[in-house]
């Protein structure tokens, strides 16, 4: 389930949903939830304004959860991502993931929020208390861990339980 929105999402019932969809199959959940926060090293982020092009980031980011599903055990993830006007300490995105076994769903988890990073179609404009305002710049750490997704080995350390 891929969904970007302007409105903010209820995490707990994301997860509860998600719990619910795979009942049975699932022995782990493994969530994150991003929040706006102030990049700027104390000189207080008012807003982040993140704009998307629609549908190729659906899509890229149905692409990312596909890649997970094929290279961990774990079935459809559930990732919302906000656009618009966020402000500081608000939720930006939701990526939650079931498995049979937990190291499957913390990689996939790690794996689709790295990708979300670098690869979908979003761009951040960020706005000060200041009131300066500028384009924020993909960081180069940001790009280097999603690279090493590369060189893992899917399914090289399953679990029994």
Same mark, same amino acid.
């Given at each position: ?15 509860? $949903? ?22 700027? &090293? ?8 993140? *704009? ?17 599903? *094929? ?7 559930? !990732? ?7 402000? @500081?300490? &608000?939720?930006?995105?939701? !990526?939650?993931?079931? %498995? $049979? ?13 790295? $990708? ?15 009131? &300066? ?7 180069? %750490?940001?790009?280097?861990?999603? $690279? ?6 899917? @399914? @090289?350390?399953? *679990? %029994?339980?």
């Amino acid at each position: 389930m891929v969904i970007v929105q302007t409105e903010d999402f209820n995490a707990a019932e994301l997860t509860a $949903a998600l719990r619910k969809r795979h009942a049975g199959q699932a022995g782990a959940l493994v969530t994150f939830t991003g929040y706006v926060r102030d990049y700027t &090293e104390g000189q207080g982020t008012h807003t982040l304004f993140l *704009e998307h092009y629609p549908g190729m980031c659906e899509r890229e980011i149905t692409d990312i959860c596909q890649q997970a599903i *094929e290279r961990w055990q774990v079935p459809e993830p559930t !990732v919302v991502h906000r656009v618009g006007e966020l402000h @500081n300490g &608000e939720q930006i995105v939701y !990526v939650g993931v079931a %498995s $049979a076994h937990r190291g499957d769903a913390f990689r996939a988890c790690e794996f689709i929020i790295d $990708a979300l990073k670098t690869r979908a179609p979003f761009w951040k404009r960020e706005t000060l208390a200041s009131g &300066e305002r500028f384009w924020v710049q993909q960081r180069e %750490s940001d790009a280097e861990k999603t $690279a090493q997704w590369a060189h893992d080995t899917p @399914n @090289n350390a399953k *679990e %029994s339980s």
